[in-house]
Every structure is written in structure tokens, then in C-alpha cells.
């Protein structure tokens, strides 16, 4: 399972950067949800982003950047039966056309 998982990552990136929806909602749920939260330290999202619909819009958000590279790294999950948790590091670099 930990494959599969790892692939949910690997969507939501390649989604981003490629610009495209089909591809980023693929790694969510119909009710999936997506939080953003500027700066390490903060404790409300400054966007709270759920279903598809609402997902869909975000690779076209980031159409005012140049370009963007998510680059994962190292990942960890924890199953239990079909339950899973985990977390994936990820450097996201978002390059403005300046």
C-alpha cells in the first residue's frame, strides 16, 4: 500500500506543475480537502479548499507563476487496515516570470 500512497503525492505534483485538474483531483477523495497555511507557525488556513470542484481551480491559481517544481522527498505512513496516515516532504518552488 505504501506505493499507492506514495503515488497520491505524485499526482498532487504533477497536477500542479503540469497545469493540470484532472490530474491534481485524481489524488483526492470527491470530498477531499486541501488547507494552506503561510508560514510555519500559522494556525489558520489562509485557504481551505474541499471537493473536487473547488479543487479543480487550484493548478489554474498557480498559472501566475512562470513555472513551479514540487519536488517530493522521504515519506512515512502509518496503516491500519484501511486507514492510513503519513506525511511527505516536499520543496515546492514557485518561479515568477521577474
Given at each position: 500500500m505504501t506505493a499507492e500512497l506514495f503515488d497520491l503525492s505524485a499526482?498532487?505534483?504533477?497536477?500542479?506543475d503540469r497545469r493540470d485538474p484532472d490530474l491534481f483531483?485524481?489524488?483526492?477523495?470527491?470530498?477531499?480537502r486541501?488547507?494552506?497555511y503561510d508560514g510555519a507557525d500559522?494556525?489558520?488556513p489562509t485557504s481551505d479548499r474541499r471537493g473536487h470542484a473547488s479543487l479543480r481551480e487550484v493548478?489554474?491559481?498557480?498559472?501566475?507563476?512562470?513555472h513551479?517544481?514540487?519536488?517530493?522527498g522521504q515519506a512515512r505512513y502509518d496503516e491500519d487496515g484501511e486507514?492510513?496516515?503519513g506525511e511527505v516532504y516536499c520543496i515546492a518552488s514557485?518561479?515568477?516570470a521577474d
Open positions: 499526482r498532487y505534483a504533477a497536477g500542479a483531483v485524481s489524488a483526492f477523495l470527491p470530498d477531499g486541501l488547507r494552506r500559522a494556525l489558520e493548478p489554474g491559481l498557480l498559472a501566475r507563476y512562470a513551479t517544481f514540487h519536488h517530493l486507514v492510513a496516515s514557485h518561479v515568477s
